[in-house]
């Protein structure tokens, strides 16, 4: 029996873009990238393995090698501009917040669930880290673009700041392409709610 079940759900690549500067946050966009097992080729956080940051000092000290299940940031189109709409800006340009890929069209993105695929028709498979969480970096960007407005971004992307995943099966990817989710075939754990 399969353990992953494809959904009726996709998202439209309508945008890519690969960070290839050394300390900076943004992302620069391209048409297509090609994926390995080490992540998008081109992308300083790619890599099979990472230095653990401050997202998981509940399980590592910081700077502990461990394996990067945050080769890429997916982001939807429809979040962003719910995130922009919050902070009181136009718009907000997807390099500003360091993404790798925007779909459109695909529902509440950032709460898929962990361990979901995102596959294109070549077989190209991403597997759904987890939500990615805001945090102050994007918003020295936007303040570049709109005074006065940057420490808006991380109250304002709370729940829509997409996922982080990582290559399960490599290829290339193009804008204007779709993924497809498939996720997994079980419930949700039961005591979530009294953990959380």
Known sequence: MAALKPTQYQGEVVWLGLVTTEGQLTSTPVEEIDFTFDGPVGELHGGRTRPSCSRVTDQHPKGTEIANVRQLTILSAEELAETAFAMGVPEIDPSWVGATIVLRGLPDLTHIPPSARLQ?????????????????????????????????????????????????????????????????????????????
């Not at 880290?129 to 570049?144: F, K, Q, S």
């Not at 290339?172 to 075939?185: A, F, N, Q, S, W």
């Open 120 to 196: 294109n028709e070549t077989g190209l498979t991403f597997v759904v880290d987890m939500e990615n969480r805001p945090c102050v970096l994007p918003g020295r960007v936007i303040e570049e673009h709109y005074p006065e407005k940057g420490k808006r971004y991380k109250p304002a992307a709370q729940g829509r700041r997409g996922v982080t995943a990582w290559v399960e099966r490599p290829g290339r990817l193009v804008v204007g392409e779709t993924l497809r989710l498939h996720i997994p075939d079980q419930r949700a754990w039961e005591l979530m709610d009294e953990v959380r």
